[in-house]
């Protein structure tokens, strides 16, 4: 062996560890950004239970905007480091669970429905933005525990049920759901920019404003 | 092999391997910050509706300048790390999207949108502003996923093939070199955009000869000091 190849086998080895490290450790904090998600959003009751006591209007108020703020960052941030989920390479070559790019869609679904929507208002959409957290948690923690995690000390016909839920064992599935989690991606994302266009970046559109201005002013 | 050789092509592999290293993790990165900014900007009628609902002045101060921070901060970042782009050796010798320039140029005019125009304010300048940050996007986001994502699939060779820049550095160095001459452009404009603002706001700011008053001495008092009034 030659010096440069020496070199050359060393920076190969710097760069794919790096690689993995850096997959690996999103693949570690994805399990707790989904728990803490899930928690902050199902502990909503709770929050507006401490509300209700603060004797300073200050209090309340910074209360709610580091909660809302906390648990959208959260969300927001599930969605940015599920990325990996949508590459074909990453997803063939590395060992992690094969729905996990839907439960992303799911998470960017619940962030469109929060967009469109008015869930800390309207109980029908904070029904549906808890359904489909639910529902996203599913799709990342049952491949995450029985494939990911179940994989090396699985036997018999349950070892063949954790290799179809892990990523690496499974390709042509995993392959396929990153491309239907990417067109999903695209369908919402484009719904989502639609909407700001629309409105300008409003909290409304000006057109449903002046509508329910004209409403009120008949009425 | 001697000692002195292994222990030089370890110390060339850590400074190659650390700087293609920090190069290909400036790339694993900007698909995050390109959809965190992206999400940020357009949920803004989301925080605005969360704003209104704030009882306080204080709270929804706080609220919208965390956002201001974070969202504008996002792209600024994003701009940054997108430098890589515009550097010919790495765009040559790396696989990057071969669109990368054009989307940091999109980046760009966005930020260009947003220093002219009072994005916030102005519904047709926010509209503009979010159609340059999604042509941006959608040029990172399509040759990340099929090309540089894709190499290893058969039936994405073609994606690969053509655009990844270090498969196709032709057009990848033409479309580097375009980009950056629309960079410059842009940066130029902005950068002599300030400067006129900022001398208007200088000789707005000057007193004009007619309305200089002379200074009149202050009228003494026993001990010498002046009265305050």
């Known amino acids: 062996m030659t010096p440069d190849q020496l ?9 794919d560890g790096g690689e993995q490290f850096l997959e690996g450790t999103l693949a570690a904090m994805l399990p707790v950004i989904w728990l803490a998600l899930l928690g902050l959003h199902l502990g909503r009751p709770y929050i507006l239970d401490m509300i209700d006591r603060f004797t300073l209007r200050l209090g309340a108020d910074l209360l709610w905007l580091v909660y809302v703020a906390l648990r959208d960052f959260l969300i927001v941030s599930g969605v940015v480091m599920s990325f990996m989920f949508f590459f074909p390479d990453v997803v063939t070559g590395v060992s992690l669970p ?40 599913a799709l990342y923690f049952i491949p995450y525990i029985f494939g990911v995690q179940a994989a090396g000390v699985a036997t018999g016909t349950f070892a063949d049920f954790s290799n179809f839920l892990v990523t690496s064992t499974n390709p042509n599935w995993a392959v396929a759901l990153a491309y239907a989690s990417v067109a999903l991606l695209a369908i919402m994302g484009a719904i989502a920019v639609g909407y700001t266009l629309r409105t300008g970046g409003r909290a409304e559109a000006p057109e449903a404003q002046a509508q329910e201005a004209t409403a009120s002013t008949q009425a | 092999m001697k000692p002195d050789d292994v222990a030089q092509a370890i110390t060339q592999a850590l400074v190659q391997g650390g700087s293609q290293w920090l ?10 910050m390109w959809t965190l900014a992206l999400i940020l900007h357009i949920g803004r009628p989301y925080v605005v509706r969360t704003l209104r609902r704030c ?33 010919p050796a790495l765009v040559v010798n790396n696989a990057l999207p071969i669109t990368g320039p054009l989307a940091a140029l999109s980046l760009l005019l966005a930020l260009a949108v947003k220093l002219s125009r009072r994005v916030d304010d102005d519904v ?45 550095p032709t057009v990848a160095l033409t479309i580097m070199w375009i980009s950056l001459a629309g960079v410059v452009l842009t940066a130029g404009w902005i950068f002599f955009r300030a400067l006129a603002s900022v001398n208007r706001k200088v000789a707005g700011r000057l007193p004009r000869t007619a309305n200089i008053v002379p200074p009149t001495p202050a009228a003494p008092t026993r001990g010498g000091k002046a009265a305050i009034s």
């Open chain 2, 55 to 87: 009882g306080l002045r204080l709270g929804a101060d706080v609220w919208w300048m965390s956002y201001l921070l974070t969202r504008d901060g996002v792209l600024l970042v994003t701009l940054g790390m997108s430098l890589i782009f515009f550097m």
């Open chain 1, 98 to 137: 094969l729905t996990g790019g839907l439960a992303a869609s799911v998470l960017f679904g619940v962030l469109l429905i929060k967009l469109v929507g008015d869930p800390d208002h309207d109980p029908r959409t904070f029904s549906l933005v808890t359904w489909l957290l639910g529902l996203g948690a």
């Open chain 1, 7 to 15: 070199a050359q086998a060393i920076v190969n080895g710097i760069n």
């Open chain 2, 124 to 168: 047709a300048a926010f509209r503009l502003a979010t159609v340059f940050l999604v042509a941006g996007a959608t040029l990172y986001y399509i040759p990340l996923v099929f090309a540089v994502e894709g190499a290893d699939q058969d039936y994405l060779k073609w994606f690969s093939d053509n655009l990844t820049s270090s498969s196709n």
């Open chain 2, 23 to 32: 190069v290909a993790s400036l790339v694993a990165f900007l698909p995050a």
